[in-house]
């Protein structure tokens, strides 16, 4: 009597939205057009190919729903993910071939789960209370659910009334509690977790037929509006559509944020999810490409794992639906034909065919200035671009905010790319995904000791301390600002300050891309002003990608007895392997990297001080790359101005034995004029000097070259 209550109960909240199923991705009213679709567009075909290959090997296997065991990368949490993978494909498998062994092969699995589900307790290797369930972290049971939901919405018509009730009472139900209740901190968490967690709660609301899940998913637990999708798009989104995480992980977000729009656009669009905030989840599938280089690799900003591209699934979803969904962008086909696949459904039929016409143009990389903040008054992203795709310059300024918990202590930090490799690169995070050996696939202790130090990134480290102490907390509250962003035919520059990373410490970068007359590339030119009234340690890192070939200073080689560079901050972990000062006033150091030569010459005195250091120190279970910098150090003093000015020159091809142009042009850097209001400095580019002024307080006249 009391069961039948219950399913009652569960009747009585189960309002129909009228949509036929399914109604996500792959759509009813749809399905024969795609199936139309696959044999007509090359795109489309390969793709629902792929697709049938990875569903019949799932379908020849017996199905595997394991007790939760281990961390990521483990046996039962891979098989959880395959399990997720499968439902959603072959239930897509099931809608275009009419086979019903696809249905039934999701139905018996998820039946199967809802027999075990209610079974299981925490998981064994959860890091967090409460953690997650079918997953050592409740991100991934997020992830399950997005995946799951949009399976059954596929077999939802095969599947009888009783099994349908047996679902909903010993699957569903438990499973959207453990997200709204059990986990509910992260369901109303403002937080890539969140966007995750309320798009499987409200898909699941839409294909079971829960307005109740549906309105918590959009309001957040509380129904108040306080939480839930739309404040998340709120608050964690700029007016542009940054990200406040960073490029890698609006990589990420981007995935339950459009795919749950799509659903409410189907299911509810009274709402006009796409035209919400001037369409902000448009302009965030564009950043989340403006974000990317050439070699299609994600910024590697904050917490992100380099090898990373906009092939990833997530982003072959932002890019079907919003070429699909959205006012048609014929430059997003081109990065379609680039990842080499559609999502087979009612978009990719929209992307195929239109590639299969001939509609495709280049994606378009622009230079930007990038706003970040919900109200984009937290700082951004300057991007400067040069050049075609095939073979581009591309400097990029991260002015931005902390960046949440997964952000780094990295004001002002530069990133340059060149001949479709990284110059000066940012380590990213210490992470090894997947692999269960390395801190069950987690972040390991070295992210938080290197990568998210100040001293990993190429800016100012201060007296060998990270920026607000390493406290996220105290960084969280403050952003830089920007000063001056310009990008025409002449040059291009973007121009921040920090003020709170440090007490007493104000820190103005100015970068500049400029190409002299008769330069193949641009020179990527860096001022570094940094004011204070008592005294400090000043140090400016480079890390740099390839091999060092020269240098016009000597150095003390230091391989006979390595010693850390440091004790904390970071410094723990890099080896001093030789130490040079500067007899003169500039100071050069060349490097090649994929056969082109790369020349930093700086400006120095007496006092300045060059380190040359590899990362790898104070590393017992050999967590971290191997990777070199060299660090510009000003020791004792209260103002100062690097200026450095790195030039791309020449050749070098092994295979031929040819080396041209490995001499850099640039030298002779001198510092004019320099205070609180601007600073002067020329230097000289094959025998021609060059003169810029650069006015702080002047947005009018901010940089003159001549």
């Given at each position: 009597?009391k ?30 057009a ?22 019949d ?16 990368g ?17 239930g ?14 999701v ?26 369930k ?6 991934n049971?997020c ?20 099994d ?25 968490y403002?937080?890539?977790f ?12 839409y294909?079971?037929g ?7 998913a959009l309001?957040g ?69 403006q ?10 900003i904050n917490?992100?794992l380099?090898?990373k ?12 639906i ?5 006012q048609?962008?014929d ?13 087979v459904?009612?978009a ?6 239109a590639i299969a016409e ?21 700082g ?19 002015a931005a ?6 952000g ?9 790319f ?21 801190s069950?696939?987690g972040y390991?202790?070295?992210n ?10 190429n800016?100012l480290?201060?007296?060998k301390?990270?920026?607000?102490n390493?406290?996220a907390?105290v ?36 970068v ?12 990527f030119?860096?001022v ?7 005294t ?7 890390w740099y ?14 391989n006979?007895?390595l ?7 970071g410094?723990e ?11 003169n ?10 056969r ?18 590899t990362?790898?120190a104070?590393?017992?279970d ?6 070199k910098?060299f ?7 209260g ?8 030039e ?26 320099d ?24 947005k ?7």
């Open positions: 009597m069961k039948f209550f219950f399913i009652l109960s569960i009747l009585c909240v189960t309002i129909a939205f009228g949509q036929l199923h399914p109604s996500i991705m792959l759509t009813k009213k749809n399905a024969e795609v199936r139309l679709g696959i044999s007509k567009y090359p795109l489309l075909k390969t793709s629902y190919n792929d697709l049938k290959s990875e569903a090997i799932m379908l020849a296997l017996p199905i595997n729903v394991p007790t939760p065991a281990d961390g990521g483990g046996v039962s949490h891979e098989q959880h993910k395959n399990n997720y993978k499968a439902a959603l494909s072959c897509m498998l099931y809608q275009l071939s009419k086979d019903e062994r696809y249905a039934k092969y139905k018996d699995m998820m039946m199967e789960y809802a027999r075990v589900y209610n079974t299981w307790g925490r998981h064994p290797k959860r890091k967090t209370q409460p953690g997650g079918i997953f050592w972290q409740n991100l049971d992830v399950w659910l997005v995946y799951m939901i949009q399976g059954y919405d596929c077999i939802y018509d095969y599947v009888s009334e009783n349908r009730k047996y679902l909903m009472e010993n699957l569903w139900i438990p499973v959207v509690n453990e997200q709204t209740v059990v986990n509910g901190k992260i369901f109303n403002i937080h890539n969140g966007a995750w967690s309320t798009a499987g709660v409200g898909m699941a609301g294909v079971c829960r307005k109740d899940w549906v309105e918590m309001k637990g509380n129904k108040d509006g306080k939480t839930g999708f739309f404040k998340l798009i709120d608050d964690l989104f700029s007016p542009d559509g940054y990200y406040e995480e960073g490029p890698y992980y609006l990589r990420y977000a981007i995935h339950p944020f459009i795919v749950f729009a799509r659903a409410i656009q189907q299911y509810q669009p009274k709402l006009k999810v796409y035209e919400y905030r001037n369409q902000l989840l448009k302009k965030a599938v564009n950043i989340s490409l974000t990317t280089y050439t070699n299609k690799v994600f910024f590697p917490d992100a380099k090898e591209t906009y092939e990833t699934e997530e982003l072959v979803y932002a890019t079907d919003a070429y699909s969904d959205f048609p962008n430059e997003l086909l081109n990065i379609a034909q680039q990842q080499k696949r559609v999502i459904s009612d990719g039929l929209k992307v195929a065919k001939g509609k495709s143009k280049t994606f378009e990389y622009k230079s930007m200035f990038i706003k970040d903040g919900a109200d984009g008054t937290k951004g992203l300057g991007v400067l671009r040069s050049g075609s795709n095939d073979n581009q310059t591309c400097l990029v300024m991260k905010s902390q960046g949440m918990g997964h780094h202590f990295d004001r002002l930090n530069v990133l340059f060149d001949n479709n490799v990284e110059v000066f690169s940012d380590y990213g995070s210490v992470r090894f995904l997947n692999v269960e050996t390395k069950g696939g390991t202790k070295e938080d000791t290197w990568a998210k130090a100040s001293i990993a990134h800016t480290v201060v007296d301390t990270s920026h607000f390493g406290n907390e960084g969280e509250k403050y952003a830089p600002s920007l000063l001056y962003f310009d990008a025409n035919k002449n040059f291009q520059v973007v121009s921040a300050e920090e003020n709170k990373a440090y007490d007493d410490v104000k820190m103005l970068r100015t500049i891309l400029f190409q002299p007359q008769g330069a193949v590339s641009p020179l030119i860096d570094f002003k940094v004011r204070s009234t008592t400090h340690q000043y140090d400016l890192p480079f990608q390839g091999h060092l070939t020269n240098t016009t200073f000597p150095y003390q080689n230091n006979k007895q010693l850390a560079f440091g004790s904390k901050y410094y972990h890099i080896w001093l392997n030789a130490e040079g000062k500067v007899n006033t500039n100071g050069a150091i060349t490097f090649l990297n994929n082109k030569y790369y020349t930093t010459t700086f400006l120095a005195d007496t006092t300045s001080k060059v380190s040359f250091v990362l790898g104070n590393d017992p050999f967590n971290l790359r191997s990777e910098a660090v510009l150090t000003q020791p004792k003093t103002n100062h101005t690097f200026i450095n000015i790195t791309p020159h020449g050749i070098n091809n092994p295979l031929i034995e040819f080396t041209k142009g490995f001499i850099p042009l640039t030298k002779n850097i001198q510092l004019i004029n205070n609180e209001t601007g600073s002067t400095f020329s230097f000289e580019y094959n025998n021609k000097k060059y003169t810029i002024q650069l006015q702080y307080n002047n009018q006249q901010f940089i003159t070259i001549k």
